[in-house]
């Protein structure tokens, strides 16, 4: 599937932004330590934008989404390794079709927002699909590539981890093969505050006094 037919799904910014809040503290919880922050799917930099927020979804298998709200409104940028939109489908050497080099996937993308992508450390180059929303936009935007029909670039990668809570607690539990009790996540969703009954709840064998703070420095 493509973002010209998958763009629909996609939430609302600020309920993407509850969301992804939710569940990188319920990544940080699980994996607090630093030595261990790659076993992390969803990573949030506090300090990244200022007045902001900047996450990155990452699946250790060759696959990473930026997602970056600031006063002026939210971009996503997409790579799916594995996706026909790919270059890594192209041996060294080899010229990548017309609709792939030609693109441009920030075509139209407020100044504002695309330069959030500027920094090395997002390879703004590695993009199979990128949409970008305004705060005064009613709709996300993108620029459609000129692909073959059945092709993917990655958006339903990324809808499956910009998923409901419903469905992260199910991924919690293929992913950490633990229970995540539901009320315990719609009170994080809720943006209440922590207690140590519930990182106790989550992660039971961690410093959860350690833990508290380490949330609070860091979101």
């Known amino acids: 599937m ?24 319920i990544d940080f919880i699980m994996h607090p330590e630093s ?4 076993l992390r799917v969803y990573h949030y930099h506090k300090h990244w934008i200022k007045d902001g927020h900047f996450f990155k979804i990452d699946d ?5 989404y930026h997602i970056l709200f600031s006063s002026v409104g939210c971009i ?4 799916d390794h594995e996706c026909e939109m790919s270059p890594y489908n192209y041996g060294e050497g080899e010229p990548l079709p017309d609709y792939i080099a ?12 695309a330069t959030l992508l500027d920094d090395p450390a997002l390879e703004k180059k590695l993009v199979t699909f990128c949409t970008w929303r305004t705060v005064d936009d ?3 935007n993108f620029v459609s590539p000129s692909i073959p029909e059945k092709w993917d670039d990655g958006i339903d990668t990324f809808l499956y981890y910009a998923h409901t809570l419903k469905q992260h607690r199910k991924w919690f539990e293929e992913y950490y093969e633990s229970e995540l009790d539901e009320e315990i996540l719609q009170n994080i969703f809720d943006g209440n505050a922590f207690s ?3 990182i106790n709840a989550l992660s039971p064998e961690k410093v959860s006094k350690a833990i508290l703070e380490n949330l609070k420095e860091n979101f």
């Open 76 to 79: 996503i940028k997409g790579f």
């Open 60 to 64: 250790f298998g060759g696959d990473h």
């Open 138 to 140: 009613a709709k996300w």
């Open 196 to 198: 140590l009954d519930i």
């Open 35 to 38: 030595d261990d922050c790659y």
């Open 102 to 113: 030609d693109h441009d996937f920030y075509k139209g993308a407020p100044a504002e927002l």
């Open 2 to 25: 493509t973002i010209s037919k998958l763009i629909n799904k996609l939430m609302e910014p600020q309920e993407l932004l509850k969301h992804l809040l939710a569940f990188a503290k």
